[in-house]
């Protein structure tokens, strides 16, 4: 189910850019505040304008204000303190949302002025203002012949064919001008995160805080009145539903997202409420600019953080960086209008950005019949990621995969014997490895990462002898002793078998099948609850998975020989 979400085959830079935005959410410095050459006449400007803006949004008393700095230092401790295992890392999520829940109780006021609360006809009344975005869209050169914006069921808002298309014919086109990025921002905004040049997820965030809090007088009203008003991300979730993840490969880096983004927001807040002079003469007092002048609150924060993450794409950066030629060809996150309207389906990357037009085009991956919804293809990802960074799954992911994680011991008298095999595959000794749907099941790198764990000593010498032939080590008919063999595939059998029981001891199989028939009942009778969409999202994750690891399982069993 497609949820409005955009990722190309980039996707995996931009994952590295959300791990390393924990280095934003530690330091919490934007950035060097505005010149002090600047003349009076424009500090008057200045200050007017943000009183204009602190008028704008309601002042909350001195007593919730004292308890918001309170929990907010409260939260900066919890999440200073790095989980030793899956139970701690759980017990610490509880205990962050309990904060987080009590945070938006006392920013409820100021949340009501810069995120409405949302209705049950979220999606007609973004239909509503179709047309004003698309008269805004054209009026700024989008060319878009043959697809209209409509509503699909199970996906909110989509693309629509207006006529018959044609595989690979031109569908869509977006100039460079109407795609959102930092570099659109005034210098005086840009300032304000210029300290993180490669966490560009996390600027394009703080740019869309910036614009979203301007409300009328944003040029980019008309795309951002038509963005969804909550999603489906882990940042949604509540712990019943996170409840679901547990066990799963997709738990952990949802947990992780939480403490990130929840890290980042005190940060913050607390440049804007708790220090804002020892903020200001370090370097991070503009990070607060956003709590004081643009009205941030936890609520607006996880709506432009969950945009960013499901929607983003990179472009070449364009505004160059003086002394910066490493960092100037890097591209930049961006949202691309209209474009990201288009819903996921499995297929072909048909979009790319041209550096000679400056704009974004979008092919047709296959023939579109017209009234047919208009699909085009995120890329190669795994379902937990699509769960973790878009909020959706694909039922019909033929790139899925589960990341199981297995490492060297460092008690191992042969672990630097066992690690030199590995680094001339490429594998790291502590590795995330994974396992496959059929008919593969099992990786050749988690596959080579098991013999080699269980080579002897003198099996590890014979290797050694010939590093040059590590790479059979990857193909499932490697010639290898009968008993290192079957001691390979019975450790990838009880592995497996260890995963499916964590699978049962969070929710039994039989109850996973019952609850999932309860929700598509519902859903069909048109009863669905609040949530029902994450509800049967984890599910149908959860079956999967399952399926998945099942698979691989009676695959390794058979190599057993049992």
């Excluded at 919730?64 to 790095?82: A, F, G, I, Y």
């Excluded at 691309?336 to 389906?345: E, G, L, T, V």
């Excluded at 009234?371 to 909020?391: K, M, P, T, W």
């Excluded at 450790?491 to 969070?506: D, I, P």
Aim: charged share 25%; aromatic share 8%.
């Amino acid at each position: 189910m497609g949820k409005n979400s955009k990722r190309n085959n980039k996707a995996k830079q931009q994952q590295q850019q959300q791990q390393q935005a924990q280095q934003a959410a530690a330091a919490a410095s934007g950035g060097g505040a505005a010149s002090s050459s600047k003349s009076n006449n424009n500090n008057n400007n200045n200050k007017e304008e943000q009183n204009a803006l602190e008028r704008r949004f309601p002042r909350l008393s001195g007593k919730q204000r004292k308890e918001l700095n309170q929990l907010v230092l409260q939260l900066l401790d919890l999440v200073q303190v790095q989980p030793a295992n899956p139970n701690e890392e759980w017990t610490q999520y509880v205990q962050l949302q309990k904060l987080l829940d009590r945070i938006t109780q006392l920013e409820e006021p100021l949340q009501k002025a810069v995120c409405p609360e949302i209705s049950a006809g979220d999606d007609q009344q973004r239909l509503a203002k179709v047309a004003a975005f698309s008269e805004w869209a054209k009026a700024a050169g989008v060319q878009s012949e043959g697809v209209e914006i409509a509503i699909f069921p199970g996906y909110q808002l989509g693309l629509r064919a207006t006529r018959d298309l044609a595989a690979d014919e031109q569908v869509l086109s977006v100039p460079r001008k109407l795609i959102f990025s930092e570099e659109h921002l005034p210098e005086s905004d840009r300032r304000l995160f210029c300290n993180y040049p490669l966490l560009t997820n996390f600027n394009l965030a703080y740019a869309l805080v910036i614009e979203k809090v301007r409300g009328a007088e944003s040029e980019w009203r008309p795309y951002i009145d038509l963005l969804p008003a909550k999603y489906n991300t882990v940042l949604y979730f509540s712990v019943a539903q996170m409840q679901r993840l547990r066990g799963t490969a997709a738990g952990t880096v949802a947990l992780r997202q939480c403490r990130v983004i929840a890290r980042q927001y005190a940060n913050m807040y607390k440049c804007a409420h708790i220090r804002p002079e020892a903020s200001s003469s370090d370097g991070g007092g503009s990070m607060g600019v956003l709590c004081t002048q643009h009205g941030l609150c936890y609520e607006l924060y996880r709506w432009a953080v969950s945009t960013v993450m499901t929607r983003q794409n990179l472009v070449p950066r364009e505004m160059q960086a003086i002394d910066e030629a490493e960092l100037n060809q890097l591209p930049i996150s961006a949202l691309i209008p209209y474009w990201d309207m288009a819903n996921h389906r499995p297929g072909k990357i048909t979009s790319f950005y041209d550096s000679g037009t400056r704009q974004m085009d979008c092919t047709a991956q296959e023939e579109f019949k017209a009234g047919e919804q208009f699909f085009i293809y995120y890329g190669d990802r795994s379902n937990a990621d699509l769960l973790v960074h878009n909020g959706f799954v694909d039922l019909n992911n033929r790139k899925d995969y589960v990341k199981i994680r297995l490492g060297l011991s460092p008690t191992d008298p042969l672990a630097e014997q066992r690690a030199r095999i590995l680094a001339k595959l490429n594998i790291d000794r502590k590795a995330e490895l994974r396992v496959l749907p059929a008919p593969d099941f099992i990786s050749g790198e988690l596959l080579a990462f098991v013999r080699v764990f269980n080579m002897s000593a003198e099996q590890l010498d014979h290797w050694h002898s010939d590093l040059e032939r590590a790479g059979d080590l990857l193909h499932i008919d490697c010639a290898l002793e009968t008993d290192h063999e079957t001691r390979t595939w019975q450790y990838l059998y009880q592995r497996l078998k260890l995963l499916l029981g964590v699978f049962e001891v969070t929710l039994k199989e039989a109850d996973e099948v019952e609850l999932l028939s309860q929700l598509k009942i519902k859903e069909a009778a048109g009863e669905a609850a609040a949530g029902h969409e994450i509800d049967l999202m984890l599910l149908e994750y959860r079956r999967l998975e399952r399926s998945i690891l099942a698979g691989a399982l009676q695959y390794a069993q058979e190599h057993c020989k049992v």
